[in-house]
């Protein structure tokens, strides 16, 4: 069986799991803390999650190619629309959101001295023009069945609110309407994010018993 690498709460890795849930199709979800994760580099020399693990030697990633891939094995659902330039487009849109949203919060888990303030400023900038560019286009990702866009927008809103990143639902009431029913999707209830307190008590312990370290981002 292949083996998905992942992470407990990283928005890209979740998208992965998202997409092989919503297409049936079977793969281990191994979380694992990257940080510590020295194995990887054979697989992937960016010792990133998620890394998607076909056999013992041969890797995919990132998770624009592992989600691709899940879809070139299931493509009558078509969850992407290879030719459709603007739904691609649109993932790209997501994806930018996480990648800011990601390295916002980790700024910000630096110490106030160590911290780099332009860096967040772009950030505080970037995050609410993205969600409001995916706002204006509520239209077309707040209706119809799967599709790799509108999966990305759930994760990354829900990692947004997970982090705490920004309040957006005063500027992005369609977007935060359509979440609202939309977070009830099964392979989004199955992959929600959550942090690894190591030795705390209430863990979730099937979860915790795929654990190989603990990951944050
Ligand atoms: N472009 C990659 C981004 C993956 C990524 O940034 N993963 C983070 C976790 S959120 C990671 O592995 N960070 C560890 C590191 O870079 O050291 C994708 O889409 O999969």
Not at 27 to 49: K, T
Not at 61 to 79: G, N
Request: net charge neutral; charged share 25%.
């Amino acid at each position: 069986m292949m083996t998905l690498l992942n992470g407990p709460n990283t928005p890209f890795g979740r998208l992965a799991w998202v997409t092989a849930l919503q297409l049936g199709i079977e793969v281990e979800n191994r979380v694992i803390d990257v940080y510590s994760a020295g194995f990887l580099d054979a697989l992937n020399p960016l010792r990133q999650i998620p890394t998607l693990v076909l056999d013992g030697n041969h890797a995919l990633f990132d998770s624009r190619v592992i989600c691709t891939y899940f879809h070139s094995l299931r493509p009558e659902a078509e969850i992407i629309p290879m030719s459709d330039w603007a739904v691609q487009t649109r993932w790209s849109l997501a994806v930018g959101l996480m990648e800011a949203s990601v390295a916002r919060t980790m700024e910000m888990r630096r110490q106030a001295s160590e911290r780099n303030t332009p860096a967040v400023a772009k950030h505080d900038q970037r995050i609410p023009r993205v969600i409001a560019a995916l706002e204006a286009q509520a239209e077309e990702i707040c209706d119809g069945r799967a599709r790799i866009d509108r999966l990305a927008t759930a994760v990354v809103l829900e990692y947004i609110d997970f982090r705490g990143v920004i309040d957006w639902r005063d500027t992005a009431p369609r977007l935060a309407r359509w979440l609202e029913n939309e977070t009830t999707r099964p392979s989004l209830m199955a992959s929600r994010p959550y942090d690894v307190l190591p030795g705390a008590a209430g863990d979730r312990s099937t979860l915790r018993s795929q654990m190989l370290g603990s990951t944050s981002s």
